[in-house]
């Protein structure tokens, strides 16, 4: 089943974050070439966005040894209809 997603994404460093309105809470997912994060769901979209964009300076540091000055703080947009979630079924 494919889905549009509702919500935000923002590119930090050569990871995509995502947080995605579902109901009442916000799915929180990080991306990139070789990893996929998934993060606690959570009950606002500040808190999703805070969420999205520590497990991404985490891994950064934590895999790719990056110290917290070189990770950019994320530009927030808006999903569009090209933005898509794949469930299997």
């Known amino acids: ?6 919500g935000f994404k923002a590119q930090c460093d ?3 974050l995502m947080v995605v309105s579902e109901f009442d809470e916000w ?3 990080v991306h990139g070439p070789g990893v996929l994060l998934q993060g606690a769901r959570q009950y ?3 808190k999703a966005k805070d969420h999205a964009l520590l497990m991404a300076k ?3 540091e934590e895999v790719k ?3 917290p000055q070189e990770i950019p703080e994320p ?3 808006p999903t569009g209809p090209e933005d898509w979630l794949v469930w299997k079924s």
Not at 1 to 6: D, G, K, V
Request: aromatic letters at 12%; charged letters at 20%; proline letters at 0%.
């Open 65 to 67: 040894g990056k110290g």
């Open 1 to 6: 089943m494919f889905r549009a997603l509702s």
């Open 14 to 16: 050569d990871l995509s």
């Open 58 to 60: 985490a891994y950064l």
């Open 44 to 46: 606002g979209q500040a």
């Open 75 to 77: 530009d927030w947009q």
């Open 27 to 29: 799915r929180v997912i």
